[in-house]
């Protein structure tokens, strides 16, 4: 099945910063990557679809100036959290989807 | 153990039959539970949570029960597009309160 990784798995950066996660399929090549966002206690919610070579497909309420994605490759979508605020502290997922879901690690984003 | 563990089927159903199958996991610590629908390339979608009191959704009942540790999920009068793959997800209350999937119960229904 298919690997894939996230890079960091965790994060701690300042409110006003902005803050680069990379999802990476390490073994299948993915024309379509998830971004996913989890508050404690919390279901997943989707954010986003990844889409390479084109603009991602933003989930009702997500701004997309505010949660860049960039889908360069077939094997790396990265999401960009912009100006990030406390709010914005939460767990994000990535996965790719080919007859099965296969998630990232994750990663643990907190705002100070 | 592995933390979260479905059976990957696939279950074979005739249109019509009731059809249940179970998740179980390992941190006993855990607090909430969900179950999703994923359709054949598609990202997947929440179908319901799981509550300790259990619940209940049209066809669909979910149940916990925390003294085995398993989840289940119950459909009833299966129709052709239930046909998907069930996620089960646990909250693991790790110090990472990270979400453990299960790899998926694949359901056919049968016309």
């Known amino acids: 099945g298919a690997v894939v990784s996230q890079h960091p798995s965790r994060v701690i950066c300042k409110s006003g910063t902005s803050v680069k996660i990379e999802c990476r399929s390490l073994d299948f090549q993915a024309t379509t990557m998830f971004w996913y966002r989890q508050f404690p206690k919390k279901s997943l919610m989707l954010m986003a679809t990844?889409?390479?070579?084109?603009?991602?497909?933003?989930e009702q309420g997500v701004e997309k100036d505010k949660f860049l994605i960039n889908h360069a490759s077939l094997t790396l979508s990265t999401l960009t959290v912009t100006s990030a605020h406390p709010e914005d502290s939460s767990f994000y997922i990535c996965?790719?989807?080919?007859?099965?879901?296969?998630f990232g690690p994750g990663t643990r984003l907190t705002v100070l | 153990r592995k933390e979260v563990e479905q059976d990957p089927g696939p279950f074979n159903v005739p249109e019509g039959a009731t059809v249940a199958f179970n998740c179980t996991y390992s941190?006993?610590?855990?607090?909430?539970f969900f179950w999703y629908r994923q359709d054949c390339r598609k990202e997947p979608k929440l179908l319901m949570s799981v509550y300790s009191s259990g619940n209940e959704d049209g066809r669909f009942t979910a149940q916990l029960n925390r003294a085995s540790q398993y989840i289940s999920l119950l459909i009833r009068d299966s129709k052709l597009s239930d046909s998907a793959t069930y996620l089960c997800?646990?909250?693991?209350?790790?110090?990472?309160?990270?979400?453990?999937f299960g790899k998926g119960t694949r359901l056919h229904i049968l016309p």
């Open positions: 996965s790719v989807a080919y007859n099965e879901q296969f």
């Open positions: 997800v646990v909250n693991a209350m790790n110090r990472d309160d990270k979400i453990i």
């Open positions: 941190n006993s610590a855990s607090q909430s």
């Open positions: 990844s889409n390479e070579g084109s603009k991602a497909t933003y």
